[in-house]
């Protein structure tokens, strides 16, 4: 079992700058792949970005692409979003995610076999 728990969401202006952190429980941290999907109200849960076990690997969507950096310190078992340039359709509840079996479109949620309860983000315009 893996336990996944985000922190860093907050209320920021358009054009600010938020960094989500999610610390994951387990000595297997490093053979994960981790990936962030965030939610909006009323819409389906959508890919944000993922990242490789060993970070050599990265894919973003394209409406967060060069504004969103995702990164991972294995050592502290733990995976972040740096996200830059807010907008305010950035607005969502940022959820992360672990893909422990490998083998599937990471571009999916069904990919990801734990979850962590999500933290909010919300930019005012």
């Known amino acids: 079992q893996v336990q996944l728990v985000e922190s860093g969401g907050g209320l920021v202006q358009a054009g600010g700058s938020l960094r989500l952190s999610c610390a994951a429980t387990?000595?297997?941290?490093?053979?994960?792949?981790m990936g962030w999907f965030r939610q909006a109200p009323g819409k389906e849960r959508e890919f944000v970005a993922f990242?490789?076990?060993?970070?050599?690997?990265?894919y973003y969507a394209n409406s967060v692409k060069g504004r969103f950096t995702i990164s991972r310190d294995n050592a502290k078992n733990t995976v972040y979003l740096q996200m830059n340039a807010l907008k305010p359709e950035d607005t969502a509840l940022y959820y992360c995610?672990?893909?422990?079996?490998?083998?599937?479109?990471?571009?999916?949620?069904?990919?990801?076999?734990?979850w962590g309860q999500g933290t909010q983000v919300t930019v005012s315009s």
């Open positions: 990242m490789g076990w060993s970070g050599a690997t990265t």
């Open positions: 387990g000595q297997l941290f490093s053979t994960y792949v």
């Open positions: 995610a672990a893909d422990i079996d490998g083998g599937r479109n990471r571009l999916l949620r069904d990919a990801y076999d734990y």
